[in-house]
């Protein structure tokens, strides 16, 4: 929209020698500043037109306001500097009278108010708002302001630093909700909520590898499997414990809902929480990693013209999420170029190079604690800082660390963490979890409005309507087989990265090719590069995984730059139910198609979509 904005505009102007002897009060600087005045929302032309700049229509009634403002203190220290450099003999000469002179501005000032309020009114017509409406918007945009500030606010200070280092530190947090889990299972008890007991002492204790995969696990006998990464794999103690909590609730499941789950739902996440690190009051539990990550970016108040930074080697599905993002919300998505293998410190310089060519910081950063595909952990803590230090908060992915790796949560300091349960420690499918920094609870909202909407964070995500929750119950079976049957989540580890370096010798040796990630970086998912699989055509990965199949193996394979080359390479998964034998039998799979990855293919049974459809 145009509108008239100053009708009488030029008295205000310096006097041109046209112009004769007008009251010379503007300096040179003053003057351009006020021939030229531009606030946010408004801009004058030459030809004194005003003109609305932002697209948001919440500022377009606002945006007058806001410009007459940023005037009146334009206009007042315009007035008292040219009243203050007038020399006495030139004031003399001109007769200027300091009260006079903040008269006149008053009353135009008023004027000038008048015609602005009267100009809203115009745009809210324009707008087609009533009243009604106008308010509304008006609240709209204070909440949504409100949202913003704690949204793109990143905390500091040393009241901050004290906080969160009680806040974060891991021993705390674990016995913080150790202490939880206790008192919850005690009141369940207290009030009768129902519960599934196993006995543990009926069920054998077994040496992990194939023992162990033939005797707790559902797995194919006949059938090698490499690719636990993608979904994990159930215990058969635990599958029999969710189909006896799915028992429980059917008995009555109206005052199971009411009366058992909250206090059996809460132990589990304090179990959880316990063993990752993290905070029972920060983390809500969530069906996936990908339900997790659409929560916080549609949750974020985004503008037209807001940036998002993502590293080039992050999950695939966040990459359509943002990709969703610039198409709804017109945010620009930031993608760092990450070049793999590199060192922890190669990373953090790659990153800050970037940072330091932005412009404005952008409204949040995600990336991988451990890379879905390539594997690759990242140095998640040291990232975290330094997105803090140039004011960007960060969504840290870490759906392929939970379970694999012991970590902090709370000690890594991102304003929001994403995990899974269900790859890497035992449970059902169906599994994630949230964990939001206190700072920025008020910003996250469950994707399904429920019943609990406005009742806060731990409230709103402890239901949004009916589920299926036997899965998330027979977590506490998970890790009850953790501890009682495989001797707790350090022997797991230890055993898992044991076989991972185990399985990369064997393989480096009948390959003659070298793992991509070092000890470090790999855990128990290493990316080992298939004979002469250097420069392989595109597509390859798709067939050799056919191939795989087809002689009963189960592996995510990838065709990735390492090192500046296209490589076809097969991304393990090292578990309780592995063997060494496990990867003597791919390795001799792999050396029956003699480097001919174009043209193997599995059989008609395995087509194209029974591939596609698994994925990291």
């Known amino acids: 929209w145009d509108f008239r904005f100053f009708t009488d505009r030029d008295r205000f102007r310096r006097p041109t020698q046209n112009q004769g002897s007008a009251t010379p009060f503007w300096n ?34 606002r945006g007058p306001m806001k410009a007459l403002k940023g005037l009146k203190t334009s206009v007042k220290e315009t007035a008292k500097d040219a009243v203050g450099t007038v020399s006495g003999s030139k004031k003399k000469e001109l007769k200027i009278d300091k009260e006079a002179h903040i008269e006149r501005l008053s009353d135009t000032i008023k004027r000038l108010t008048s015609e602005v309020e009267q100009l809203g009114g115009n745009v809210q017509n324009a707008l087609g708002l009533t009243p009604k409406q106008a308010e509304l918007q008006a609240k709209q945009s204070k909440v949504l302001g409100e949202r913003r500030l704690k949204a793109a606010k990143v905390p500091s200070g040393l009241r901050h630093d004290l906080v969160q280092t009680i806040h974060t530190d891991s021993t705390l947090t674990a016995l913080e909700a150790s202490a939880k889990h206790a008192v919850m299972d005690k009141s369940g008890d207290t009030i009768a909520a129902l519960e599934v007991n196993m006995d543990w002492s009926i069920v054998p204790r077994v040496e992990f590898g194939k023992e162990m995969k033939e005797t707790h696990f559902m797995l194919d006998k006949n059938r ?7 979904y994990g794999a159930t215990p058969k103690p635990v599958i029999q414990a969710r189909r006896e909590w799915e028992d429980l609730f059917q008995l009555d499941p109206v ?9 059996r739902l809460k132990q589990c996440l304090h179990q959880l929480c316990s063993i990752i690190c993290a905070d029972p009051n920060d983390t809500v539990l969530m069906i996936n990693a990908n339900a997790a990550t659409s929560t916080v970016l549609k949750s974020l108040p985004w503008r037209p013209g807001d940036s998002v930074v993502t590293f080039s080697v992050d999950y695939d599905a966040t990459k359509l999420a943002m990709e969703h993002l610039e198409e709804t919300c017109g945010v620009e998505v930031l993608e760092i170029p990450i070049s793999l293998p590199a060192s922890d410190e190669e990373i953090l310089q790659t990153v800050e190079k970037f940072l330091m060519n932005l412009e404005q910081p952008p409204l949040l950063a995600n990336f991988c604690h451990v890379t879905s595909k390539t594997a690759w952990k990242f140095p998640a803590k040291k990232l975290t800082q330094l997105f803090h230090k140039y004011n960007i908060s960060v969504c840290v992915d870490g759906a392929q660390a939970a379970g694999q790796h012991a970590i902090d949560i709370g000690g890594i300091g991102a304003d929001y963490y994403i995990g899974t349960v269900h790859k890497w420690m035992y449970s059902c499918q169906g599994i994630a979890f949230l964990v939001t920094a206190p700072h920025k609870q008020d910003t996250v909202f469950p994707l399904t409005v429920s019943y609990f909407f406005g009742k806060g964070y731990e409230k709103e995500f402890s239901y949004t309507g009916l589920q299926d929750f036997t899965p998330w119950l ?4 998970a890790f009850e087989f953790v501890d009682k049957i495989c001797g707790g989540w350090l022997k797991v580890r230890e055993y898992c990265h044991w076989l991972a370096n185990q399985a990369v010798a064997l393989l480096e040796a009948e390959w003659d090719t070298r793992c991509i990630q070092d000890e470090l970086h790999r855990g128990a998912m290493p990316i080992m590069p298939l004979p002469g699989g250097k420069n392989a055509p595109k597509g390859s990965e798709v067939k050799v995984m056919a191939f795989l199949l087809a002689n009963s193996i189960t592996a995510f394979c990838l065709r990735e730059e390492f090192g500046g080359v296209p490589t076809l390479c097969v991304r393990l998964t090292c578990q309780i139910y592995n063997d060494l034998d496990d990867y003597k039998r791919l390795a001799e799979v792999v050396n029956k198609m003699n480097g001919n990855y174009g043209t193997v293919g599995g059989s008609a049974a395995v087509g194209l979509e029974v591939i596609k459809s698994i994925i990291a």
């Open 28 to 61: 040179k600087k003053k003057q351009e500043e006020t021939e030229s005045p531009t606030h946010q929302g408004l801009s004058w032309n030459s030809s004194a037109e005003f003109q609305t700049v932002q697209s948001d229509d919440s500022t377009i009634i």
């Open 224 to 230: 090698t499997f490499l690719n636990g990464a993608s």
């Open 255 to 263: 005052l199971f809902r009411f009366k058992s789950l909250p206090f």
């Open 474 to 477: 027979a977590m506490l079976q």
